[in-house]
């Protein structure tokens, strides 16, 4: 494996060539060009705080901005995954003639997808910061869990990276995988703490007496992440556990639960990156 790092390394501006290249694609012809990428989480969360807070009553104070910090990191797992999933296969013409590291495919489409993420935080901070100064600049909603910022995205990053080579690599041969991957992607958004809180599952599961299945819930990671999204990027407050229960003081981070999440991120990276210099030696005999 090292040796398949020092040859991606010697083929970087090849890699930075093709994620612009990406960047250039996406939106070419398109009149509002990267202002696609925030209109789609933007009507998402409207939606969501039109749905939760007017016809559901949630009384969580902050909603739509725990919502929007945990749907914007899953928006960038899920687009990169489903774009890195065609990476190889629709490059294949190439791959069979042109020598150079094949994994540079899918890693182009997740860097892509992460600029367009750090971008669209970028428009979460700006939101942050209209909200604080409409209401008189009283409680800043800008904290010290933000410096935290950095080790979601590290970690972040590396659960997408690791899925996307092993998905990629997988797709060539198993066109299924990809149609699969979207059902999963699908059903893991309601699975996870986007449009709800951790306390939510908490309270639902202690009042059947499964309290156990919390943790296990956890063993996601992309639930774990987005849990610590909320908690990094919104001031602390009180959530509604719904039930009955009202509004109650939001849980702390579990680090527990967060070191966990990281060790099984590093863990898919690792193993994704391994499958993936496995397979890429049969992708010429792809038909």
């Known amino acids: 494996m090292r040796e ?26 398109s009149f509002l060009g990267f202002f696609w ?22 009384a969580t104070p902050n909603f739509t901005p725990y919502v929007l910090s945990a749907y914007l990191p899953f928006l960038f797992i899920n687009l990169a995954v489903m774009d890195s999933a065609q990476s190889v296969i629709t490059s294949l013409p190439v791959v069979k003639k042109v020598y150079f590291p094949r994994e540079i495919l899918p890693l182009a489409s997740v860097l892509a997808n992460f600029f367009h993420f750090l971008l669209a935080m970028g428009v ?35 659960l ?30 309601f699975l996870t703490p986007i449009m709800y809180f951790s306390e939510n599952v908490y309270y639902s599961l202690k009042e059947k007496g499964l309290v156990q299945l919390y943790y296990l819930y956890h063993l996601n990671p992309i639930a774990t ?26 849980f702390p981070m579990h680090w527990g639960l967060f070191a966990v ?27």
């Open 261 to 287: 999440a990281t060790v099984v991120s590093f863990g898919v990276l690792i193993a994704g990156y391994a499958l993936f210099n496995r397979l890429k030696w049969r992708f010429v005999e792809r038909p």
């Open 225 to 250: 992440l987005a849990t610590a999204y909320k908690k990094a990027l919104v001031p602390p407050g009180q959530v509604d556990a719904g039930g009955g229960i009202g509004l109650i003081p939001a």
């Open 4 to 29: 398949d790092l020092r040859e991606l390394w010697r083929f970087r501006e090849l890699l930075w060539a093709m994620v612009e290249r990406e960047l250039r694609i996406r939106y070419k012809n």
């Open 37 to 58: 990428s925030l209109l789609n989480p933007l009507l998402t969360v409207s939606v969501m705080w039109l749905v939760f807070r007017v016809f559901l009553h949630n």
């Open 124 to 158: 979460f901070f700006a939101f942050l910061f209209t909200v604080w100064a409409t209401t008189g600049f009283h409680d800043s909603p800008f904290t010290w869990r933000i410096g935290f910022l950095p080790v979601l995205l590290v970690v972040t990053f590396a």
């Open 160 to 189: 997408t990276a690791g899925l996307s080579l092993m998905i990629s690599a997988l797709n060539v041969f198993y066109e299924d995988v990809k149609y699969v991957v979207g059902v999963l992607l699908y059903l893991t958004f």
